[in-house]
T-cell receptor, first 112, second 113 residues
Framework: SQTIHQWPATLVQPVGSPLSLECTVE??????LYWYRQAAGRGLQLLFY??????ISSEVPQNLSASRPQDRQFILSSKKLLLSDSGFYLC???????????FGPGTRLTVL | GNSVTQMEGPVTLSEEAFLTINCTYT??????LFWYVQYPGEGLQLLLK?????DKGSNKGFEATYRKETTSFHLEKGSVQVSDSAVYFC????????????FGKGTKLTVNP
C-alpha cells in the first residue's frame, strides 16, 4: 500500500531563516505531487504541483520554492522566511487526473 | 474560474443529531466532487467522492449526492457521533487535464455528548 511521509512534524523558525520541508511517497511510481498551505482560519491554498522529476508548477508567487529531485520526493524551500509563512503545510499525491489526492500528516510551521 | 462554496461554520450538534453541510460549486465541464475530513492536528483524509451526475458517495455513515442541476454536493449523516468532530472540506477536481483540486474553506463540526 502507499504511504506518504512529511518531516519535520513541527518547526519553529525565526524570520529571515531558511526552510526545507520534505515529503516522500512510498509504494507507487510517478505520482503527481502537491504542496498546500493551510493558514489559521483559512482554507487550503495550493502552492506547487509536480507531474514528474524536475517539473514544478507554481500557483502563487511568493518567497517559497519547490523541487522534485527524485520521483517520489518533493521538497518545499525558502531562503528567507516571513512571518506570513506560518501555517500548516500539507503534501499530497495522486496517480491520475482527475483523481483522489492523498494527504500526508502535515508540518506545522511557526515563524517568529 | 472554478470555485467551491460551503456553509460557514462552526457547526455544533448534539450526539445522534442529523448533519447537513451544504456545498455548491461553479465549474466548467464535469468535475469530480469530493469531501475530505481533517481531524485535529492531522492531514486531510478522503471521506467520499462522486465522479458523475447523480452518483452518491458514501462512507462511515456519511453520504453526498452529485446534483448537476443544482451544482451541489451536500454532505449528510443521519446520526453524528462525538468522534465525527472535525473540519470538513468540499472539493472539486478540475476537468480537462488539470491536476488541481479546488477546495472550499472548510466547515468545523463539533459534536457534544
Amino acid at each position: 500500500s502507499q504511504t506518504i511521509h512529511q518531516w519535520p512534524a513541527t518547526l519553529v523558525q525565526p524570520v529571515g531563516s531558511p526552510l526545507s520541508l520534505e515529503c516522500t511517497v512510498e509504494g507507487t511510481s510517478n505520482p503527481n505531487l502537491y504542496w498546500y498551505r493551510q493558514a489559521a482560519g483559512r482554507g487550503l491554498q495550493l502552492l506547487f504541483y509536480s507531474v514528474g522529476i524536475g517539473q514544478i508548477s507554481s500557483e502563487v508567487p511568493q518567497n517559497l520554492s519547490a523541487s522534485r529531485p527524485q520521483d517520489r520526493q518533493f521538497i518545499l524551500s525558502s531562503k528567507k522566511l516571513l512571518l506570513s509563512d506560518s501555517g500548516f503545510y500539507l503534501c499530497a499525491w495522486s496517480l491520475s487526473v482527475p483523481d483522489t489526492q492523498y494527504f500526508g500528516p502535515g508540518t506545522r510551521l511557526t515563524v517568529l | 474560474g472554478n470555485s467551491v462554496t460551503q456553509m460557514e461554520g462552526p457547526v455544533t450538534l448534539s450526539e445522534e443529531a442529523f448533519l447537513t453541510i451544504n456545498c455548491t460549486y461553479t465549474a466548467t465541464g464535469y468535475p469530480s466532487l469530493f469531501w475530505y475530513v481533517q481531524y485535529p492536528g492531522e492531514g486531510l483524509q478522503l471521506l467520499l467522492k462522486a465522479t458523475k451526475a447523480d452518483d452518491k458517495g458514501s462512507n462511515k455513515g456519511f453520504e453526498a449526492t452529485y446534483r448537476k442541476e443544482t451544482t451541489s454536493f451536500h454532505l449528510e449523516k443521519g446520526s453524528v457521533q462525538v468522534s465525527d468532530s472535525a473540519v470538513y472540506f468540499c472539493a472539486l477536481s478540475e476537468a480537462g487535464g488539470s491536476e488541481k483540486l479546488v477546495f472550499g474553506k472548510g466547515t468545523k463540526l463539533t459534536v457534544n455528548p
